[in-house]
Structures are given as structure tokens and as C-alpha cells.
Nanobody
Framework: QVQLVESGGGSVQAGSSLRLSCVVS????????MAWFRQSPGKQREGLAG???????VYPGRFEGRFTISQDSAKDTVYLDMKNLQPDDTAIYYC???????????????????WGRGTQVTVSA
């Protein structure tokens, strides 16, 4: 059973930075792609960043430069570094993984079959 566990969320003030972590448990094969998403009440889930196992990265345009995805393969951990957080960034942040070879790691929800439970990020003005 694959498990993804997010951590690092919390309450911060506008302008702050935060690093989220996602630890993925072992599967029968290495993960092909991982990504970060977020969802706030009343809004659709947004894809923030994706990373391949070979550390290729991809970002939807409006998040590039402010959000950075990275991995530590030795720790089976993927990170999301966020800077200059604003109240609009308040949401539950989720990581997701997929193990199918050749699947795109662009952060579209349909590209990922396994999800964590999320970590809350709250940004106050």
C-alpha cells in the first residue's frame, strides 16, 4: 500500500516562506512522477508543480519562480519551497505520486494515482 505523508504546513504571515515535505513509502517500483496540489474552500484543486524521478520539473506559469519543487531520493521525500506567501495561498496542500512508466508529471490530477491527506497552510495578512 503506497502512502504519502505531507508535513510542514502551518500558520504564517504574509511575505513568509515555507517548506512542505512529502514522504512516499516504497512501492514495487520507483515512482515516475510526483506533484503538489492545493485546494481551498469553494475553489477547484490547483496543480502547483511536478517533478520526475530524474528531477525534471514543470510548473504552471503563474507559480513558477515563487514555488520550487525538489526531491531527496535518499529520503524518498519531495519538497515544495514556497516564498512570499500571501493570504490567497491559504489552502490544504497535497502531494501526489504515480508509478506508471512514461506518465506525464505535469500537475494535472489525472496524471497521479496516489494522494496524501494534505497539510494545512494558513497565511494571514
Amino acid at each position: 500500500q503506497v502512502q504519502l505523508v505531507e508535513s510542514g504546513g502551518g500558520s504564517v504571515q504574509a511575505g513568509s516562506s515555507l517548506r512542505l515535505s512529502c514522504v512516499v513509502s516504497k512501492y514495487t517500483s520507483e515512482w515516475n512522477g510526483m506533484a503538489w496540489f492545493r485546494q481551498s474552500p469553494g475553489k477547484q484543486r490547483e496543480g502547483l508543480a511536478g517533478i520526475s524521478h530524474s528531477s525534471g520539473t514543470v510548473y504552471p506559469g503563474r507559480f513558477e519562480g515563487r514555488f520550487t519543487i525538489s526531491q531527496d531520493s535518499a529520503k524518498d521525500t519531495v519538497y515544495l519551497d514556497m516564498k512570499n506567501l500571501q493570504p490567497d495561498d491559504t489552502a490544504i496542500y497535497y502531494c501526489a505520486a504515480d508509478f506508471r512508466p512514461g506518465t506525464s508529471y505535469y500537475p494535472y490530477a489525472q496524471n497521479f494515482g496516489f494522494w496524501g491527506r494534505g497539510t494545512q497552510v494558513t497565511v494571514s495578512a
